[in-house]
């Protein structure tokens, strides 16, 4: 089967060779037909993990020293980036999200005593400190979402090192305490060993990270650099549903107007409810962007999911640092376990 793109014929590669340092195993068998029952606080029939990823003034701009312009996650995504220029179109788009949206979020949490976890970019957060204020005065969780909102993937692992140190200490010098937890999107295929590496040489804990999309129930993976460890301390994953996330809004094959995004998350919520109730409790990541979920018209979709799942009983509305606080003392780590 030929692939979807064009490779020119004569284009040569270094063969892929695996890393023991940055390479962590796939696993496609997970915890079997059965799953895994996390327990849930009070019985739960499922837990509901709101994030908030908040971007805004990190992504890329020649204002922050990049060759080009933001073309990701904005209402036109996938236009042309503009190189050496500004695009103040795209620009004042992200500043809708740090100026007007992210505080009709933060409204409608506060208002029905829901924790959220704020995937904060450092950059971000440095230009408007007032939001992990904020969060953190309410009661919220702020998770690191990298240092800048650009693509890590081809960037060398001593840089990202940098960037992901820069990501902690800009969380920990704005909230007071360094975060537990880990989200890129954009990452490296050495990302996992980096992340890992920092909060070890910073005698930080890392409680989880989030760079999965595998499973609905949290997993532990064993990390390769404490192979030969006494003692290892393994990471937990904490899956996200990336369906469930409003960046789909931007895309050309995602929602196309608030009801869609309105059915697709409370048929997740529904069928995952009703497992739980089955026994087999499950948890779920609704994903949001304070410039995408935080337009009016969208905002009542989300609005009304909320109420949805207020009105329900047996639910676990939980920040992931919560929910991965509860794991470790259910399942704490074994090597070669997911839980």
Sequence with gaps: MSTPYNIPPDAHAKPWKWD?????????????EK????QWPS??????SFVINYEEGAEHTVLNGDLHSESHLWEASGSTPHIQERAVNVESEYDYGARAGVWRLFRLFNKHGMKYTLYAVGKALEDNPAVAKSSVENGHDVASHAYRWIDYHSMPPEQEKEYIKKGIESIRDIC????KGWFYGRLS???HALVWDVYKEMGLPLLWNSDSYADDVPYWVDVPAERDAEDPQGML???????CNDYKFNVATGFGAPKDFYDHVKGAFDVLYEEGVEGAPKMMTIGLHCRCIGKPARFAALKRFVEYVAGK???WVA???QIAEHFRERFPYKRGQLG
């Design 313 to 315: 009983e047996g639910v």
């Design 20 to 32: 023991d340092h940055y390479d962590f195993p796939r696993d496609l068998i997970g915890y079997g």
């Design 237 to 243: 994953m904490i899956p996200y549903s990336y369906d």
């Design 43 to 48: 019985n739960a029939k499922i837990a509901v």
């Design 319 to 321: 920040t992931r640092t």
């Design 35 to 38: 799953s895994l029952n996390p």
């Design 189 to 191: 295929p050495r990302s």
């Design 176 to 179: 007071g305490q360094a975060p």
